[in-house]
Structure formats: C-alpha cells, structure tokens
C-alpha cells in the first residue's frame, strides 16, 4: 500500500507541474522565439487567478494571486512569490493569508518607499457567501516579502473590493481605487495621508463601472487617468481628474472592447501608456497589450501576448515596467496557473 500511495503523490505532482498542452509549471523563465520570455508559476493549488506584480528597489519582482479549491471557496487563499534580481526562476509561492470558512481575493500590492514597508491588500468574503459581504483587508512585510504580518481589517463596508495599483498623490497620499460589489456596482477612491484616516470619492456615473486602474501620464502634475472594467461587456471606459483623484469626470467609453473582465494600465518609461486587456466582448481570450502615444486617446499599436485556444482563460492582468527597460505582464493562465512574460517595447511594436 505504501508503494501505491508512492506512486499516486508521484503521478499528482506530475499533473500540477504539467499542462495539458504540454507547459511546464516550474516557474523557470525561459527565453521565445519571439524575443519575449514566459515562465509558468508553480501551482499550489487546483485554482489560481487574480496576480498582482510589485518591484522593489533592489529589482526583485513581486507576484501574488488567490489561489485554493476555487474562487470564493472555504480557505482560499493569497500566496506570494519573488523572483530576485538576475535569476531565472519563481519559486513556489507560500500562502500568506488565509481563514477558514472565508475567501481572499484580489490582492494588490504597494512598497512603500517611506517605511520601506511591503503592503499587500486583498478583499475577503464568506465562502459561497457572495461578493457583497466583502471587506477589505491588509498585512505588510518587513524584510521585502519574506515574512508578513498577521492580516488585519482595514475596511469593513460590505460589498468592497480592490484590484489595481495604489498610486501617490503629488503631497504623498495614497489614492487608492476600489469599487463596491451591491445591488449597482461603482468605483469609488479612497484617499489617505496618513494610512489611519481615509476618505472616500466615489466616481459619479460609475455604476457597472469597476476596478479602475489609474495612472499619472505626466509625472508632477495632478492629472489622473482611470481605465474601467465594463459589466455590460461594451467598451473599457475612462475618467480624468485634475485634483489628483479627488473629483472625476463622467466615465465615457474608449474604442477598446471589454468582455467585464479586468484590465491593468502603466505608464511606461517612454511616457507611452501600456494597457493590457481582452479584446473582446465575450471570450477571455486572447490577452492583449496596447500602446498609446496621446495619453489614451488613440492606440495605434498593439500586440497579443498570448492568442490562447478557443475555451482559454487568459485574464486578469498585472503590468509594470522595470528600470532597464522591460515590461513585465503576469495573468491568469486558465486558472490553472499565473503565467509571467517580459519583453521591451518594440517587441509590442513589432
């Protein structure tokens, strides 16, 4: 008997780490022919979905996901993994804040430069028990990811939820973009000075407008530009503001289809804006990244990172552009696995 249970834990490992169509789950990075790179994150569950990328000062790259039985199922969980700077490989992620009889999602992570603190946020609702019995919680790590706090409540509205990167204010606020999942959904900034007090600015004529991405187009200046996930699966929305997040315009519609899946933004090192997105309707597939040159008004470029099979979930995009140059992407890889890829901005091009 004990052979036997030898080889099922042996014949388990091999299905986790391997792909049906044949990839690899061992989070090496290896090189394309492309001339991008990809790397599949080891799995430490049946379901993972919802990365997050953050970069520290040293240039190591910092990704966390939920991962468990499933979205929204008892103990599931957020894991973190770092791939330091100049290796080739992921490590297999550990679970860094879990509960029983609830589940964490959506994690979004901040370093710090003042405290040099790691932040990491992520909603948490009952297991089966719906989207509008979440709160917001936090936990933060001293040594740059290696150990974390225990998790705390931060916020306890029900029916909040984050996604995308808290940016800083031109004094130092944090401005950080939610959005309330109730009987109408909208988004909603939340704004602190002092990561005690917070207030809220909900964005007027949001409703099934959520998980904004914001990002500053031109450094030192208060404008902001959000992009908007679309529940009626029409287009990507965005709203400006010239107060730095305090005050919105009306979210309008931009060219760019959306399928009510999740989108991410950056500002490149170019001044160009990156956006990654399925360009779609329906299918969450392909996964897409987009340039645009006039601060979001047209996107003459674009590429897909990954073109998927027809069924695929390629989803849920995190995006950020390191100081030499490449442009780091992780999303969810048919919930099987977080994929990573990297490339410099002519590859987009072409």
């Given at each position: 008997m004990a052979a036997v249970r030898i080889v099922v834990h042996l014949f388990l490992a091999f299905v986790?780490?391997?792909?049906?169509?044949?990839?690899?789950?061992?989070?090496?990075?290896?090189?394309?022919?492309?001339?991008?790179?990809?790397?599949?994150?080891?799995?430490?569950?049946?379901?993972?979905?919802?990365?997050?990328?953050?970069?520290?000062?040293?240039?190591?790259l910092v990704l966390a996901w939920f991962s468990g039985a499933g979205e929204g199922t008892s103990n599931c969980s957020i894991v973190v993994t770092k791939l330091l700077e100049g290796s080739e490989l992921w490590p297999e992620a550990i679970p860094v804040s879990w509960r029983v009889g609830f589940s964490n999602q959506n994690p979004v992570l901040l370093r710090d430069s003042k405290t040099g603190l790691l932040y990491l946020f992520h909603s948490q609702q009952p297991a089966s028990g719906g989207e509008e019995l979440a709160h917001i919680w936090m936990l933060h790590s001293t040594d740059e990811g290696v150990t974390w706090s225990t998790p705390t409540l931060l916020f306890d509205a029900n029916g909040i939820f984050d996604r995308n990167r808290i940016i800083l204010s031109l004094t130092g606020s944090w401005v950080y973009p939610l959005y309330y999942s109730l009987d109408t959904d909208y988004s909603v900034m939340f704004i602190t000075a002092n990561q005690v007090d917070w207030s809220a600015y909900p964005v007027q004529g949001s409703d099934n407008l959520i998980q904004p991405s914001v990002i500053r187009p031109e450094s030192n200046q208060p404008y902001l530009l959000a992009f908007f996930r679309d529940e009626q699966q029409g287009f990507i929305y965005n709203a400006t503001s010239s107060d730095d997040g305090v005050t919105w315009s009306t979210p309008t519609p931009t060219l760019l289809p959306n399928n009510n899946a999740a989108i991410q933004a950056t500002v490149l090192n170019s001044g160009n804006i990156a956006l990654v997105f399925n360009p779609t309707h329906n299918e969450r597939y392909p996964i897409r990244i987009a340039l645009s040159m006039d601060q979001g008004k047209t996107w003459?470029?674009?590429?897909?990172?990954?073109?998927?099979?027809?069924?695929?979930?390629?989803?849920?995009?995190?995006?950020?552009?390191?100081?030499?140059?490449?442009?780091?992407v992780s999303y969810t890889y048919n919930r099987q696995t977080i994929k990573y890829v990297k490339f410099m901005e002519d590859w987009i091009i072409g």
């Open positions: 986790r780490l391997w792909a049906a169509d044949g990839q690899q789950f061992d989070g090496v990075v290896r090189p394309v022919e492309d001339g991008s790179y990809e790397a599949y994150m080891i799995p430490p569950n049946v379901s993972n979905h919802a990365s997050f990328l953050e970069i520290l000062p040293s240039g190591d003459p470029y674009y590429r897909d990172i990954d073109t998927g099979l027809p069924g695929s979930e390629l989803s849920y995009p995190s995006i950020l552009q390191s100081p030499d140059g490449f442009i780091h």
